[in-house]
Structures are given as structure tokens and as C-alpha cells.
């Protein structure tokens, strides 16, 4: 049986969001409630009307790094491009790599930056599993990886997008506005929604906030290859929870609040740390992947962007909002034009 088959849909073209909205807020919503199994079409800037005192939200802090690379080898001249993945304490990198012909360890790539007034060397060290490479970065300047990036790379925007091709305005807006721990290769998408005026007016409100850690890697632009879910390979990904966060949310929860969890990367951090039945602070890798059947015990709401055919994502959201209600609701997206994936519209699960 092929239960990956189950998971995929027909989206046309022109429904993949290409660019953001000018207001972040005015993305559309569309609401499903398990309780009484409907459907609603609203406004993100409508969320303070649906959520209501003492819930909490829950928001993953991470900030996107310029990680995509552009450059030439420096023996042929041939283009070349890679993706900076993370680095270890020793400052050598792990990167993708993509260009034409036979690399070789000991090759030198010449990084260009965007604006194209700065070039620097990269030296491939050794090759490594699944298309990836160390790598050791090198200029003038002396300086840490982060900033080494935000010198000479690119947004690393999914080829869905332009075909990854970044514009000026994407430094911004491919970001949340509450960004502040380095570290993602992609941004947590639902996150884009936010402005800080109504994050301020949520707390006003008596809806509170947390956040959690997890750095987006890879996997997120890797479709699942398998028949079966139980046989796919989940990507790992670095992941902090908190004492303080799993206070917070405790607190919330006796006092009759909803965990609204901001994307799948908070349900997956979240339920990380809840594996046990009980939250509990947690730091390291996490490879989970949510299939059925799965027991929810830290997330009681979910706001997230519609996610692609055949992904881990796609899996998580139907597992969580049932099966059938979600295949309604992206049924109704499409049919109503809804704006799909990282810089679409939005769902919110309660």
C-alpha cells in the first residue's frame, strides 16, 4: 500500500505565492474547528477575535542566515552554488553543494557576494554523506560565521520561490519580526504573518507569549521518497525548550488557556520535550516525525501555512486537525484562491 500517494494533491501554478503581501497581516485565514467540524475564511489581522484570554502562543525564535552561497570554482570557473547547513566548534562547515562536473576535496570556491562587492575564498575539505561537504571559509576580514554570512550570502529562499533567487526586500520579510538566535537554512513560515503591532495588542489582550528554539534545516526542502511513512528517514534539527517556556506553559494550561504553537516547528519542539507524556526542558537534536497515530500532549491549537504535496509537513497538520477535515480544508483553499507556502496565506487549527 502506498500511504504517501494519500498526501498528494494538484496545486496549479499560479497559487505558490511568489512574494509576501505589502501587510502582513492582510493574509488570509482560514479557520478550522474540530469541535463542530467547519470551515471559516478570514483575515490574520482577525486572530485577536479568535483567540481569547489566556491563551498562549508559542513562537519559534529562530532567525534565517544569508546561508546560500554563490560563487566559481576556482580551477574550471564553472558556476557554482551551495547551502551552508551548520559548522562545528572548530569553525568547519557542512554545506549542499551544486555545480557541473566531478568536485575534488581541496578545491577552492570563490564566494561573490550579492551586491557584488566582495569576493572570498571557500575550501572544500571532504566529501560527506547525502551530497554534502566540509568546507573551511577564508578572507581578510576576521570574523564569526554568522557575519561571515550576512556578508556574502544569500537568502535562502525554496526554489519554489523565483527558483531561489533572492530579491533586496527578502532580507526582510523572509524573516519573523521576533527573529533573534541565528542558525535556520529556512524560516518557520507561519511566523511571517506577525507584525509586532499585533503581537502587542494579543498581549494586550491577555494572550500571552513563549518561545522555543528550533533551527530549520534542510529536510525542509526534501520531499518524502518512501511508500510507507514509517520507513522515511526524518531530518534532524537542532532544538531548545526552556525551563522558563515549560513553566509559562504550564501555567497557562491550569489556568484554562490553549497552546496556539506558531508552526510545525513549535508542535515538533514542543511534543519533542513531551515525549515522556510530560513537558520537560529540552535541548539537542530532534528527528521526530509526526505521523498517525500520534498523542498530542504539550500543542491544543495550531497556526500554520499550507504546506507541499508528499511532505513531512502535510503529514503533521492532517495528523493533528484529522484527516479528512484538513483534506476539506485544502480542498476549500484552492478552490477560493488561497495563496500557498512560505510567503502564502495561513490555517489555524483549534
Same mark, same amino acid.
Not at 2 to 8: F, G, I, Q, R, V
Not at 152 to 161: D, E, K, R, S
Not at 203 to 216: W, Y
Given at each position: 500500500?502506498?500511504?504517501?500517494? !494519500? ?17 502582513? $497581516? ?9 469541535? /463542530? ?36 570554482? *576556482? ?31 581541496? *578545491? !577552492?570556491?570563490?564566494? *561573490? ?28 576580514? *576576521? ?82 521518497? $518512501? ?36 508552526? $510545525? ?5 514542543? /511534543?519533542?520535550? @513531551?515525549? @515522556?507524556? /510530560? ?72
Amino acid at each position: 500500500m502506498n500511504e504517501l500517494a !494519500a498526501y498528494d494533491f494538484d496545486l496549479p501554478r499560479e497559487l505558490i505565492a511568489q512574494k509576501p503581501l505589502p501587510i502582513r $497581516t492582510d493574509s488570509r485565514l482560514l479557520v478550522v474547528r474540530r469541535a /463542530e467540524q467547519k470551515i471559516e475564511h478570514l483575515y490574520f489581522r482577525d486572530l485577536p477575535e479568535l483567540l481569547r484570554k489566556g491563551d498562549m502562543l508559542v513562537l519559534n525564535d529562530t532567525q534565517v542566515v544569508p546561508a546560500r552561497l554563490v560563487g566559481r570554482r *576556482e580551477r574550471t570557473g564553472a558556476r557554482w552554488t551551495g547551502l551552508y547547513l551548520n559548522h562545528d566548534e572548530t569553525g568547519i562547515w557542512q554545506i549542499l553543494s551544486k555545480t557541473r562536473g566531478k568536485l575534488e576535496a581541496g *578545491e !577552492a570556491i570563490i564566494l *561573490e557576494s550579492p551586491d557584488r562587492k566582495f569576493n572570498a575564498q571557500l575550501m572544500l575539505l571532504a566529501k560527506l554523506e547525502n551530497g554534502m561537504w566540509a568546507a573551511s571559509p577564508t578572507s581578510d576580514e *576576521e570574523e564569526g560565521t554568522f557575519t561571515f554570512l550576512k556578508r556574502m550570502g544569500h537568502v535562502p529562499l525554496p526554489p519554489y520561490i523565483r527558483d531561489g533567487e533572492m530579491a533586496p526586500e527578502d532580507i526582510e520579510t523572509y524573516q519573523t519580526v521576533y527573529a533573534r538566535k541565528p542558525g535556520a537554512v529556512a524560516a518557520p513560515t507561519a511566523g511571517l504573518h506577525f507584525t509586532k503591532d499585533l503581537l502587542r495588542k494579543l498581549k494586550e489582550q491577555g494572550i500571552d507569549q513563549a518561545h522555543v528554539t528550533l533551527h530549520v534545516g534542510m529536510g525542509t526542502f526534501r520531499p518524502m521518497q $518512501t511508500e510507507k511513512l514509517d520507513e522515511h528517514v526524518m531530518h534532524s534539527e537542532q532544538c531548545l525548550v526552556t525551563r522558563e517556556t515549560c513553566a509559562a506553559i504550564q501555567a497557562a494550561k491550569i489556568g484554562g488557556g490553549r497552546i496556539v504553537a506558531v508552526g $510545525t516547528t513549535v508542535v515538533r519542539s514542543l /511534543e519533542s520535550a @513531551s515525549l @515522556s507524556g /510530560e513537558l520537560r526542558p529540552f535541548r539537542g537534536p530532534t528527528d521526530l516525525f509526526i505521523r498517525p497515530p500520534f498523542d498530542f500532549h504539550a500543542v491544543d491549537a495550531l497556526l500554520t501555512n499550507f504546506h507541499l504535496p508528499k511532505s513531512t509537513l502535510l503529514v503533521l497538520v492532517r495528523t493533528f486537525g484529522g484527516d479528512a477535515l484538513i483534506k476539506q480544508a485544502y480542498e476549500e483553499a484552492i478552490a477560493e484562491k488561497y495563496r500557498f507556502y512560505s510567503y502564502g496565506d495561513a490555517m489555524l487549527i483549534v
